[in-house]
């Protein structure tokens, strides 16, 4: 045993190198945590650039409005935009826009309605009036793309996402549901009135030559089932499901896998929070997100948010997510830019799309708002940088 005296005797030195060491493992440890973290997400930030206002208009006997999704076709040059009008204006329809940039690509010099494509059923009809409510756009290979449909719980309408031909607005097929997602008469189960698929995205890398592309899909805001409770605390944000489908030409479509997406707590006053779109990158596994805020006194708002799968859980088993998630790992995301704080008053931003490269070689950005066909709503173009590193 070492009496106090001979514990005095003891090197100073050594003990100072244990301190040292000690210390700075903690230190280490604690700034690796910090550059995981990091690592999670590709470093990418986000420049505003230019906006424009479409005048009220129409086009081919139909009012031009409701526009929630805009998706850029690279191989044409031009964009497609879904209006989101249920048949009551004017059938259902997407338009084609030719949008053209200054020489630098950083302003919107001109917005022309080129043309317009009525939905059709796979009987070659159009839909009638109230039968769907188109919020989601992709465009996919074949000549085709995905539209989704919210649908409405309230007048007995299932949600759907299909694909459509290109060229004649004919459904050509439509991708398997879990029933999870159909509302039931009571009330307890599926997507909310006008809260559905909102979101739609096509991841365009695939596995193999008969795997070519992925297909997302997300609800703008919780299913019935994975609402909170009234007493759940405040700080608890809504959870929201992201579909994710692996589509091939040799065999049906398959849901791979499916994932809970946080929702940034809505401010005090909001009336309407909700996921209103996702884009894939290229690199796989990230996108971006736009969600969506509206409050009688502060306006519309809206943030944009780099998203990363990394290891998050696969929720397909999960009948609910209404009480604590557990063990439960969520998809990650990180705030690239707050659009409230531009100096630009804001509409209702719904669509968002990569469009072509800058000169510089970063990538753009658009983002479409979607008036309601209101007199006091307007329908924006705001053009963005993305920028790497």
């Known amino acids: 045993m070492c009496s106090s005296k001979s514990w005095l005797r003891l090197p100073i030195a050594p003990i100072l190198i244990i301190f040292i060491c000690l210390f700075g493992t903690i230190a280490c440890s604690s700034s690796g945590r910090v550059l995981a973290q990091d690592r999670l997400f590709l470093n990418r930030s986000l420049e505003f650039l230019d906006a424009v206002t479409l005048p009220r208009q129409a086009f081919a006997e139909t009012p031009v409005g409701g526009l929630s999704a805009i998706a850029y076709d690279r191989q044409r040059g031009i964009y497609y935009a879904l209006s989101d009008d249920r048949g009551n204006r004017a059938p259902a329809r997407f338009y084609?826009?030719?949008?053209?940039?200054?020489?630098?690509?950083?302003?919107?010099?001109?917005?022309?309605?080129?043309?317009?494509?009525?939905?059709?059923?796979?009987?070659?009809?159009?839909?009638?009036?109230?039968?769907?409510?188109?919020?989601?756009?992709?465009?996919?290979?074949?000549?085709?793309?995905?539209?989704?449909?919210?649908?409405?719980?309230?007048?007995?309408v299932e949600p759907f996402i299909a694909r459509f031909d290109l060229a004649t607005g004919r459904q050509l097929d439509q991708l398997p549901l879990p029933e999870r997602y159909l509302p039931r008469i009571e009330g307890d189960r599926g997507i909310k009135e006008n809260r559905g698929f909102e979101a739609l995205t096509l991841g365009t890398t695939g596995l193999s030559d008969v795997d070519p592309y992925r297909v997302f899909a997300a609800t703008e805001s919780t299913l019935e089932q994975d609402?909170?409770?009234?007493?759940?605390?405040?700080?608890?944000?809504a959870r929201v499901r992201v579909l994710h489908y692996a589509i091939n030409s040799v065999s049906a479509p398959t849901l791979v896998a499916e994932h809970v997406y946080l929702l940034d707590l809505a401010p005090l006053g909001t009336a309407a929070n909700g996921l209103t779109e996702l884009v894939a990158l290229p690199t796989e596994g990230y996108f971006l997100s736009l969600e969506?805020?509206?409050?009688?006194l502060q306006g519309n708002g809206a943030k944009i948010f780099q998203i990363a799968v990394g290891n998050a859980t696969d929720t397909s088993q999960v009948g609910s997510l209404s009480s604590s998630l557990g063990q439960i790992v969520p998809l990650k995301k990180r705030?690239?830019?707050?659009?409230?704080?531009?100096?630009?008053?804001?509409?209702?931003?719904?669509?968002?799309t990569l469009g072509?490269?800058?000169?510089?070689?970063?990538?753009?950005?658009?983002?479409?708002s979607d008036d309601n066909f209101s007199e006091k709503q307007t329908t924006q173009l705001l053009l963005l940088r993305l920028v790497k590193g």
């Open 96 to 156: 084609t826009l030719q949008i053209d940039l200054s020489p630098d690509r950083t302003q919107i010099q001109a917005v022309e309605i080129a043309g317009v494509k009525y939905l059709q059923t796979p009987e070659g009809e159009l839909f009638a009036p109230g039968s769907l409510d188109p919020e989601g756009l992709a465009i996919a290979p074949g000549n085709s793309l995905y539209i989704s449909s919210e649908g409405s719980p309230r007048d007995g």
């Open 227 to 237: 609402e909170l409770p009234l007493d759940a605390p405040s700080d608890i944000p």
């Open 292 to 296: 969506r805020t509206y409050s009688p």
């Open 335 to 352: 705030l690239l830019l707050d659009l409230s704080t531009l100096d630009y008053p804001l509409d209702n931003l719904e669509g968002m």
């Open 356 to 368: 072509p490269l800058l000169p510089d070689g970063s990538q753009s950005l658009l983002l479409i």
